[in-house]
């Protein structure tokens, strides 16, 4: 565990040197991620000069959800998205030989092995917003409440994490990834929509095979809803599984990698 | 003349083939943008709809806003083109000295692969409308005619432009910038919501309106979609393309400028 620590350590200090060369581009990329962050809380609301209630929430309790998914999004764009990226291009070029014959997991360096430094400064900003949500949250905030949405974000996160990873892994068998990676950004607009528009069968598939209604839904509901056990046990046991299922796959794929070239 | 005709018409269409020899990603991406776009607003507006009880939301029906919701995206990305990439790219690893012997200039060759996309889009659009209408009906809301149907295209072409221009401006800063990619993101959710791809503009306040019939974004998507459907009038027409023409004028002015005094800078080696 400590040394996953020191390691975590080494790559933030090479990431944050790393994006101090290139200081135009990350001035650019802050100015990308306000702007998104804007543009989410500008739409919904807009939505609400339409109506009072939108999947059982008001627009209070629709700002806690939208801080949320903004700070999963920052998590996301801060750990994973570089790492991510660059993951197919590894396994189609063989590069995954350097990183199968370091002490470590493998995925774990892979994943978590460049730091987006720019987005750091993001994660801070989307921390903001969401401090700024639960002020305006006119309801009783208990301890409680923020620990479980605390946890459920984490959760939401890894489970964001994991349905990544298996869109990758199919890289292993068919040498290019592009065609999964647009199914999975096409369907991580169904994060940024509160779960409880989705109704019928539809609900069903997205808060299980296809989760990513759980992923920020989820952890609001844990501050918002009475039901804050159900959500947190859902939200845990669909993590587990998918973690389980990215391991073991992962496992599966390594043992078709044909290293250089292929 | 006709040499440097028949040079661009060979990149359209070696485009075209480039484009589709990656089938099952081209497919992905038109099938996939469609069903996440359109399954995002039916049960977001069916919520709203129901919750209200209402028929219309401004002047929507719910079939009217999911047949605007369809060609939202299909307008928006026939607009876009290939969007984004290939000129900083180019600056950036300096492979534009091979546009040196090239027997036409870098932005008409690269304009040229841009409609390949953008020909492509359309049809994907045309037949995603047609589909629309064989299969559910068009909504009584709209009043399509052929005469708008050419104020559609006509802007669309603008459209392609007046995108191709603000674009390459952006990335020809990667003459003096290491990587440039986020800019072009920044347009890109800048028309997402201000375009009218996430939420129509006539649901906006007022003066948010009255605002962005000056901006350039909404002649990305919601100008060419309301056309298309009718909802706008022939002023609304007349006063839109002067609009795009103004924009179009200015970013081929600042495009000629960032690119002049850019060049001065291009080593030939990559930066």
């Known amino acids: ?262 | 003349m006709r040499e440097r005709i028949r040079f661009l018409f060979s990149v359209f269409t070696m485009e075209l083939r480039r484009i589709l020899s990656y089938r099952v990603d081209f497919w992905i991406q038109f099938l996939g943008s469609i069903a996440a776009q359109l399954g995002v607003a039916y049960f977001l507006w069916r919520a709203i709809f129901d919750q209200r009880d209402i028929e219309r939301i401004g002047e929507f029906s719910f079939p009217g806003l999911m047949l605007y919701y369809l060609l939202a995206p299909l307008i928006g990305r026939t607009i876009r083109g290939a969007e984004m990439g290939s000129i900083s790219e180019e600056i950036y690893e300096g492979t534009l000295t091979r546009y040196l012997i090239y027997p036409v200039s870098f932005f008409r060759y690269k304009f040229a692969s841009h409609l390949a996309y953008t020909s492509l889009f359309l049809a994907q659009a045309g037949a995603a409308m047609l589909l629309f209408g064989i299969f559910f009906g068009f909504p009584d809301d709209f009043v399509f005619s052929p005469t708008s149907l050419f104020v559609a295209i006509v802007s669309c072409v603008l459209a392609t432009y007046l995108y191709f221009a603000l674009i390459a401006s952006i990335e020809s800063v990667a003459f003096w910038a290491d990587n440039v990619w986020s800019l072009v993101v920044i347009v890109r959710f800048a028309t997402g919501l201000f375009g009218g791809a996430m939420i129509p503009l006539s649901l906006f306040p007022s003066w948010a309106q009255e605002l962005l019939v000056f901006m350039p974004f909404a002649y990305f998507i919601s100008f060419p979609v309301r056309t298309v459907l009718g909802l706008n009038a022939p002023e609304a027409w007349i006063r839109g393309l002067l609009v795009l023409i103004g924009w179009s004028c200015a970013a081929t002015l600042v495009l000629g400028v960032v690119w002049n005094r850019g060049k001065y800078r291009y080593t030939g080696v990559g930066i």
């Open chain 1, 1 to 262: 565990m400590m040394r996953y620590l020191r390691l975590s350590a080494y790559f933030l200090r090479f990431s944050f040197s790393k994006a101090m060369e290139f200081r135009v581009d990350f001035f650019f990329r802050i100015v990308m991620d306000i702007l998104f962050y804007g543009i989410n809380i500008g739409f919904y609301q807009i939505i609400f000069l339409h109506t009072s209630v939108l999947g059982g929430w008001n627009e209070q309790e629709m700002m806690i959800f939208v801080a949320g998914f903004l700070l999963l999004d920052a998590l996301s764009m801060t750990l994973l998205s570089n790492n991510v990226w660059m993951m197919p291009i590894f396994i189609n070029r063989g590069d995954l030989d350097y990183y199968l014959v370091r002490p470590v997991s493998s995925l774990f360096f892979l994943s978590f092995r460049d730091f987006a430094a720019n987005s750091f400064v993001n994660l801070l900003m989307a921390s903001a917003i969401l401090v700024w949500a639960i002020a305006g949250y006119s309801s009783p905030v208990t301890p409680l409440g923020v620990i479980l949405f605390v946890a459920g974000l984490c959760l939401g996160f890894a489970l964001r994490y994991f349905v990544r990873i298996l869109t990758i892994i199919p890289v292993f068998w068919w040498h290019s990834g592009r065609g999964l990676e647009l199914v999975f950004w096409h369907m991580t607009r169904f994060i940024e929509r509160p779960d409880g528009i989705y109704t019928g069968i539809t609900r069903v598939i997205l808060t299980t095979i296809l989760p990513f209604a759980l992923m920020a839904s989820f952890p609001a509901r844990m501050l918002i809803d009475s039901l804050k056990w159900e959500s947190l046990l859902h939200l845990a046991v669909v993590t587990l599984i998918f973690g389980f299922a990215t391991r073991f796959f992962w496992h599966v794929g390594l043992r078709a990698y044909s290293s250089a070239s292929s």
